[in-house]
């Protein structure tokens, strides 16, 4: 018995020995546990070749953003959604008042027709592209900005045909706003001549301007860039007195305003700049207001990413390989007046990627370039009401 006692406490020694290492490699698990994703990302970040620029952040106003004196901040409340689930991504409208159709194109390279008064959905043509921006020309052909195939010409009895797809030797990328001019001349907008459309994060994020603003005569069939160096250039708008055009930048925030004739012909001004979001296509309503798509609001991350270059980096590495980040809400669109002073707002926190916005009658219809349905609004119902002015 004597000699038991201090072999049994030799043992209890060192079986505690021996567990100590046990319980230290715990915490030490734990450690490499959340390193070492934190290193792969570190890695595969300063591996990946894409490298984005600095914005040009001086031109950015550094103001809060303009606010309406009119806002309806609920526009999901009363909204109606035509050709719910036939429309793949309805992301622009041009209305025919004659047959009180509105056209739209699709993801999916269908230009649908949409009838107004009783909302039925009819397959029209397949551009077997991606239809973006769209317009009327003046004897009811539609015009469209194919984001693959270029600038086509639609007659009415469904004949495709290529006007261009390339200016000063660069092919279009990203071919997305449209607009016709009383003369017959076609303004519209190539958001990159470096990324295509399922690139576009690329370019967003890049910080570097790949976007143009053109026109195309169908007289002497030639293809002009009026504007180079934009930051994803985007929807147009022929003004009423058909001596200016207005195309929007989508990363900048802000529209401007091209001189087509006139004394002051080939000069860029400022339209709107310091938008609530980024602006998408850009509508006149024929009743002294133009009607601005913004598909994305202002946000403290957005603002943030614009500021720092590695910051957009990391967002396009996240999205290249866990798929898109869902950043967009509070979309809608901002109605202005001729000299572009925001007058109302349409806008609802729980809405993302409203790219059009038209006002038909006392109806606002909007495309989105994902949801599967066109956004109806009656504005006499559901109108923007006062809130203060503008700050």
Not at 15 to 31: A, D, L, V, Y
Not at 173 to 193: N, Q
Not at 329 to 352: T, W
Not at 366 to 385: E, F, K, M, N, T
Request: aromatic share 10%; hydrophobic share 35%.
């Amino acid at each position: 018995m004597a000699d038991s006692r201090p072999e049994s406490d030799l043992q209890s020694r060192v079986s505690s020995s021996g567990n100590h290492p046990k319980q230290r490699s715990w915490p030490f698990t734990i450690f490499l546990s959340a390193l070492l994703p934190v290193v792969a990302a570190m890695v595969v970040y300063q591996l990946d070749s894409y490298d984005p620029a600095p914005l040009p952040i001086h031109e950015l106003s550094q103001q809060q953003p303009l606010v309406a004196s009119l806002r309806n901040d609920r526009m999901l409340q009363g909204a109606e959604f035509l050709g719910a689930g036939e429309l793949k991504g309805p992301e622009d409208i041009a209305y025919d008042s004659m047959s009180l159709v509105v056209y739209t194109g699709c993801h999916d390279g269908w230009i649908k027709r949409v009838r107004l008064n009783d909302s039925a959905v009819e397959n029209w043509v397949n551009t077997y592209g991606r239809p973006l921006g769209l317009a009327l020309g003046h004897n009811n052909e539609v015009i469209v900005a194919d984001a693959y195939k270029g600038l086509l010409k639609i007659s009415r009895d469904g004949e495709v045909e290529l006007l261009t797809d390339e200016a000063d030797g660069q092919k279009f990328k990203l071919t997305d706003g449209v607009d016709v001019a009383d003369d017959g001349v076609i303004y519209f907008t190539d958001a990159s001549y470096k990324y295509s459309l399922h690139e576009d994060s690329h370019d967003v994020f890049g910080g570097r301007p790949h976007g143009r603003f053109m026109s195309y005569d169908p007289v002497t069939l030639k293809t002009r860039v009026l504007v180079s160096q934009l930051y994803f250039a985007n929807g147009v708008a022929v003004s009423p007195t058909q001596d200016y055009a207005i195309f929007c930048e989508t990363v900048m925030r802000r529209c401007s305003k091209y001189y087509i004739k006139g004394n002051k012909q080939g000069q860029v001004e400022k339209f709107i700049d310091n938008l609530p979001g980024f602006p998408d296509n850009i509508k006149y309503d024929g009743d002294g207001h133009y009607w601005i798509a913004l598909p994305v609001a202002t946000s403290v991350p957005m603002d943030l990413a614009l500021k720092y270059p590695f910051i957009r980096k990391a967002m396009v590495v996240i999205q290249k390989y866990t798929g898109r980040l869902y950043m967009e809400q509070n979309a809608g669109v901002l109605a202005v007046d001729l000299e572009g002073k925001p007058i109302a707002h349409y806008h609802d926190h729980k809405l993302s990627m409203i790219t059009s916005g038209t006002k038909i009658g006392n109806r606002l219809y909007c495309g989105s370039v994902v949801h599967p349905h066109i956004l109806s609004l009656d504005l006499d119902q559901y109108p923007a009401r006062a809130t203060g002015g503008n700050k």
